[in-house]
């Protein structure tokens, strides 16, 4: 731990500007929308990566993307309320879907459920 503190180290807690960044998008109806993300608590992050090979091992070879600076990006996101930048993520969960997919069999009710019931 060093004891003396420089006027340039940055505290923790602030932010440190990440440069230029790579950052996922998706379609939109007349240009590119930035792709904001969740962390594994819930919290809505924007994500950026410093390397397109990092983007494309974590997210895929045929994603999106767009290079922007760290303060653009976190000037699109604030408004919407997305105040956290996570650079470089390693780990993504496929996303969710809401429907079953076709040709899988629908959920039976519990026979336990159904039994007790009937016999009350």
Same mark, same amino acid.
Do not use: K
């Given at each position: 731990m060093c004891l003396f503190q420089y006027d340039d180290d940055p505290e923790p807690e602030e932010r440190v500007p990440a440069g230029l960044l790579y950052v996922p998008v998706r379609?939109?109806?007349?240009?590119v929308v930035v792709r904001l993300f969740r962390t594994p608590l819930g919290a809505r992050t924007a994500v950026g990566? #410093?390397?397109? $090979? $990092? =983007?494309a091992t #974590? =997210?895929?070879a045929e994603h999106p993307w767009i290079r922007i600076s760290e303060p653009a990006l976190r000037a699109m996101s604030e408004p919407l309320g997305v105040e956290l930048l996570t650079v470089d993520p390693t780990f993504t969960a496929p996303s969710v879907t809401r +429907?079953?997919?076709s040709? +899988?069999?629908a959920l039976a009710p519990d026979p336990r459920r159904a039994s007790s019931a009937s016999a009350a």
């Open positions: 379609p939109g109806t007349a240009e990566f #410093t390397d397109p $090979r $990092r =983007l #974590t =997210l895929g +429907s079953l997919p040709g +899988s069999p």
